[in-house]
């Protein structure tokens, strides 16, 4: 964990380490490499669709930030429930959504995760508890808390993971759920991912308080900047948050300190930065950084990484393909899912 | 058979529901320790516990959202609002989270869970708590929206609302609270989106719904006394609408006049001129009245009040209208 205390006046975060002495197996290295892989590998071949019009509507890609997620995967377990805002195509996919189904949601396809009723911002998978997918910035922090408040009232012992983004802090809902759920001790791991910029404005536009984990002090719950570059750091940053809901000490914070090398959505040349900082970043990749220490440690070959990610991108291809030649949703579909009563009475005139 | 308040009733169908399904909470500001802020939930801290009657913070938009998540996560919560006028800072949970959420989602994830609280004005109380949003929630395709108007309505309504698989928007009133009503012992639902013909009658068809359907009663016993032989029908919920009964009555007495609390633009009573003239064209013989609050911020003064708000002698001066005779 770093430094609780950082006061530095820009978010940096360190520069991912490579571990000579690995604290994490073997396993984990290599489901962390995979899967990183595969969320860059989707994401880059989701940007270049959507430049050829084939995904539409509005598209945010998780590139430079794979870390924040993959770690987190690890470190909790398969009945924790998901949820986030609308940077939401690595979570399901990480949590083992069938890439064909979050590619063919990005297609308007009637064979997506949400049926093609919710696009980009809206991928959802009851299978593997990730419930959204949210496109309102900060509205989904109170469902996050609630989904924990069933969680603590059916006394299960699993554990709400929210995430949000740094724009996100600075709504009311954050405040109003950070409060209520650290006063009835919501086993919920509320995570901002600050990439830094809120769409185009920086942290340090808008707030005199730039150190987002502090926020949560103002609720007396355990609060932690992360730097999370570095997917050991995020996993570890979880699992002590996870065994602190698990006890029912109830939520933590944790700022994850990361980066988008992309803009906001497809429509932003992000122009609000320098080519100087985005490199920067680039140089510090979370996943350079774990094929380094595979490597370090002998447990896969230059060779047979190249083929995990010749791997990563056929099953993109393949979710391409199976997107390409899914069909759009059937007018008929129009009058379904919006309510659970099967005979709603619609207004048709 | 007994008479319960309007409040009691709303008491007994919390109670008998969570007393049958455990999934079912009650949470709000005030609505645990100090036994509710119009005494809705007295008592029900000390069968429940603390777990299932929960006090909130004043944040509106926070519990109203944690709600959603509870319920998006296998509870029924019951979230009330001390006054709708108070779901505003909240409107974001109820519009873009539970009605979205089984749409967005595929149907994968629903919001089966009940907003409730009074709507309208309550007295003296000056413009921003004397608001009526039953058709803001009316708009809105994922909802469901009850207004009932009177004890037993109200019971049978609720205990349909609570185990509804829908977001069900659930408005009552300050003023109806101490209302007694005949409501029998034995258990019993009513159907959401069925009208109720409260008075049967021939001349004209009075509609209305929730609190104002006393003004719509007390204006047909005037009318009656001249003669006039109105049906009043409560509409009970206005998302769904019950139109055929509308319809039907409308093609018997061939005369409508809509009595509503909210403003006139963009009114339950606009949509029902709309759907009776584009449905029942054939069988009018006048065109449809409404008598709504008047288009202004319902200020404090009562003579004020008493100039904007629907009653009984501008009711009567509207169905008098409709059938052509002098005032």
Known sequence: MADTKDKAKKVAPAKAKVQAKPTFSKETYMWWYENMKLMRRFEEKAGQLYGQQKIKGFCHLYIGQEACVAGAVTALTKDDKWITAYRDHAHPLA????????????????????????????????????????????????????IAF??????????????????AVRQGAFHEALNMAMTWKLPVIFVIENNGYAMGTSVERTSNVQQLYTLGESYDMPSFPVEAMSVENVHEAVAEAAARARAGEGPTLLEFRTYRYKGHSMSDPAKYRTKEELEDYKSRDSIEAVKATILLNKWATEEELEQIDEQAKQKVAEAVKFAEESPYPDPSELYTDIYAESDYPYIMD | MRSIQFREALREALSEEMRRDERVFLMGEEVAEYNGAYKVSQGMLDEFGPERVVDTPIAELGFAGIGVGAAMNGLRPVIEFMTFNFSLVAIDQVINAAAKLMSMSGGQYGAPMVFRGPTGSAGMLSSQHSQNFENWYANTPGLKVVVPSNPYDAKGLLKSAIRDNDPVIFMESEQMYGDKGEVPEEEYLLPIGV?????????????????????????????????????????????????????????????????????????????????????????????????????????????????????????????????????
């Open chain 2, 195 to 327: 009208a109720d013909i409260k008075r049967e009658g021939t001349d004209v068809t009075i509609v209305s719904f929730g609190k104002i359907m006393k003004v719509a009663l007390a204006a047909a016993d005037e009318l009656a006394k001249e003669g006039i032989n109105a049906e009043v029908i409560d509409l009970r919920t206005v998302r769904p609408i019950d139109y055929k009964t509308l319809v039907e009555s409308v093609k018997k007495t061939n005369r409508m006049v809509v009595v509503e609390e909210a403003w006139p633009l963009a009114s339950i009573s606009a949509e029902l001129a709309y759907h009776i003239q584009s449905n029942a064209f054939d069988y009018m013989d006048a065109p449809v009245k409404r008598v709504t609050c008047r288009d202004v911020p319902l200020p404090y003064a009562p003579t004020l009040i008493e100039a904007s708000l629907p009653n009984v002698a501008r009711t009567v001066e509207a169905v008098k209208q409709v059938m052509y005779k002098k005032a």
């Open chain 1, 150 to 167: 069933a969680e603590k009232y059916n006394k299960t012992g699993n554990l709400c993971i929210c995430y949000m983004g740094d724009g």
């Open chain 1, 95 to 146: 949590l083992g959504t069938d890439p064909g189904a979050i590619m063919a949601e990005l297609f308007a396809k009637a064979t997506g995760c949400s049926k093609g009723k919710g696009g980009s911002m809206h991928m959802f998978d009851k299978e593997v508890n990730f419930m959204g997918g949210h496109g309102i910035v900060g509205a989904q922090v109170p469902l996050g808390a609630g």
